[in-house]
């Protein structure tokens, strides 16, 4: 089993700035994606931001040129620095990673974190 832990989240004032942070634990052979999906009320979860083990981060346009991914493979992170931040930013936010966590296999299973409010406002 492996477990998703978020620190950051919170209320900050329209073009301010937060930083959430994910770390995964448990039984992990390999991490293939992580990420952030955020949740806005009556709402689907979207991914607005991933980084694959191919590298590189793939962001919604949305966030583009606000919120910058980055990973530590060998800690098994990931962090969302997001500045310019908006009202309409405000919703839950959840860490995601793709994670293969079984020997001599190469199927990944989905694991999600709790959540983290974040909230700006205007």
């Known amino acids: 089993q492996v477990q998703l832990a978020e620190s950051g989240g919170g209320l900050v004032q329209a073009g301010g700035s937060l930083r959430l942070s994910c770390a995964a634990s448990?039984?992990?052979?390999?991490?293939?994606?992580m990420g952030w999906y955020r949740q806005f009320p009556g709402k689907q979860r979207e991914l607005i931001a991933q980084i694959t083990n191919r590298g590189g981060a793939n962001y919604i346009d949305s966030v583009k040129g606000r919120f910058t991914l980055s990973r530590d493979n060998a800690k098994n992170t990931v962090s969302l620095q997001m500045n310019s931040l908006k009202p309409e930013d405000t919703a839950v936010y959840y860490c995601n990673a793709n994670i293969v966590d079984r020997a001599y296999d190469d199927t990944y299973t989905q694991y999600w974190g709790p959540g983290t409010q974040v909230t700006v406002s205007s």
């Open positions: 448990g039984t992990i052979f390999s991490v293939i994606a």
